[in-house]
């Protein structure tokens, strides 16, 4: 993890500050878990990759204090649950096997690590009624225009 903080973010690694604590208005914000999803679904469906949950931008560990103290179950544990449960709603369970999480603790802070295996076919973000499909182009979670999906799909599973 300390030799990925130095890279940076590029395509096949994303860094989030948080699951789903926002700083900014110090609560809960459930746009940070469907972006996070997003990158998941993202890696998914290109060539895998790794999310960095608890460092910013900048590749600076921030921790994950903020999203245990925001759960029922406050740790690593608690967290990996409510990973689970969004997961299985937004992007589905037949997916999850290709996910590993992995917890570290770096300058005494708690980082989770999910590396994403590349996916067996399509995988999409469900939102409400929605269902969204995005890829990863150079180090930015690009979302497709159903229009573009069909070809994408067909080219890229073709290939494997």
């Not at 969004?86 to 997916?95: H, N, Q």
């Amino acid at each position: 993890i300390n030799e990925m903080l130095k890279t940076g973010e590029h395509e096949k690694l994303e860094f989030k500050s948080s699951l789903r604590w926002d700083v900014k208005q110090n609560q809960v914000n459930r746009e940070l878990e469907r972006t996070a999803m997003k990158t998941i679904t993202a890696f998914l469906n290109s060539e895998g990759g790794d999310l960095l949950v608890g460092v910013d931008d900048k590749g600076k560990p921030v921790g994950l204090e903020n999203d245990f103290a925001s759960l029922v179950r406050q740790d690593a544990d608690g967290f990996e649950n409510h990973f689970n449960n969004l997961f299985k709603s937004m992007v589905g369970p037949e997916f999850r096997r290709l996910v590993k999480l992995k917890f570290d603790n770096i300058g005494g802070k708690t980082v989770c690590l999910a590396s994403v295996e590349p996916g067996h076919k399509p995988a999409y973000l469900k939102t409400g009624t929605n269902e969204d499909f995005y890829i990863r182009t150079g180090n930015v979670t690009t979302p497709l225009k159903m229009s573009e999906v069909a070809s994408y799909t067909s080219s890229w599973w073709r290939m494997k």
